[in-house]
T-cell receptor, first 113, second 117 residues
Framework: QKEVEQNSGPLSVPEGAIASLNCTYSDRGSQSFFWYRQYSGKSPELIMFIYSNGDKEDGRFTAQLNKASQYVSLLIRDSQPSDSATYLCAVNKGRAGRRALTFGSGTRLQVQP | DVKVTQSSRYLVKRTGEKVFLECVQDMDHENMFWYRQDPGLGLRLIYFSYDVKMKEKGDIPEGYSVSREKKERFSLILESASTNQTSMYLC????????????????FGNGTRLTVT
């Protein structure tokens, strides 16, 4: 079992729709969760992070965390063609002394005009 | 803005060569990281460092070593390059040291695409 799992996609949504991206993780001790966006040929860039159960909103983006189900998701409202990218879920497993993130392999999102 | 600079965008090396990938950050960050990214495998952690001269192995350290002599610079060394080390290498940094908050995001460099022939 991978430590961080994402559906590779592609997830295809029409412009203006809500895109829902999902991520599960295996380590119950995980403490914080990050979503990165990566355009083709570019480096990952941070969208947002969450560490408490529930929802966290930032503009068109909402991160949702359910630690009991070991599940984190990212909702993108009013999807735009410019949102077409690969979305990476990353988890800080929180072991003492380890400040490195473990990444999923990413979900490719395509927003159709 | 945080700037993480990787010295080369593209590199082509021969099997058996010793290869140095350099990374410099300008934000006085304590933590620095080396990942490699391969299709279908995502980003995998090779090594990281939370202080000068300190290093820790990540998930795939075999065939690699690192050096951190100055806070701003973190070098990845391929002792004897092999074809299975052909990959995109990403350097990243984040604030905070060993006892810092877990919420510090990573800031990535532009990546070095290494081809070993």
């Amino acid at each position: 079992q991978k430590e961080v799992e994402q559906n590779s996609g592609p997830l295809s949504v029409p412009e203006g729709a809500i895109a829902s991206l999902n991520c599960t993780y295996s380590d119950r001790g995980s403490q914080s969760f990050f979503w990165y966006r990566q355009y083709s040929g570019k480096s990952p860039e941070l969208i947002m992070f969450i560490y408490s159960n529930g929802d966290k909103e930032d503009g068109r983006f909402t991160a949702q965390l359910n630690k009991a189900s070991q599940y984190v998701s990212l909702l993108i409202r009013d999807s735009q063609p410019s949102d077409s990218a690969t979305y990476l879920c990353a988890v800080n497993k929180g072991r003492a002394g380890r400040r490195a993130l473990t990444f999923g392999s990413g979900t490719r999102l395509q927003v159709q005009p | 803005d945080v700037k993480v600079t990787q010295s080369s965008r593209y590199l082509v090396k021969r099997t058996g060569e010793k290869v140095f990938l350099e990374c410099v950050q300008d934000m006085d960050h304590e933590n620095m990281f080396w990942y490699r990214q391969d299709p279908g495998l995502g980003l995998r952690l090779i090594y990281f460092s939370y202080d000068v001269k300190m290093k820790e192995k990540g998930d795939i350290p075999e065939g690699y070593s690192v050096s951190r002599e100055k806070k701003e610079r973190f070098s990845l060394i391929l002792e004897s390059a092999s074809t299975n080390q052909t990959s995109m290498y990403l350097c990243a940094s984040s604030s905070g040291g060993l006892l810092s908050s877990y919420n510090s995001p990573l800031h990535f460099g532009n990546g070095t695409r290494l081809t070993v022939t």
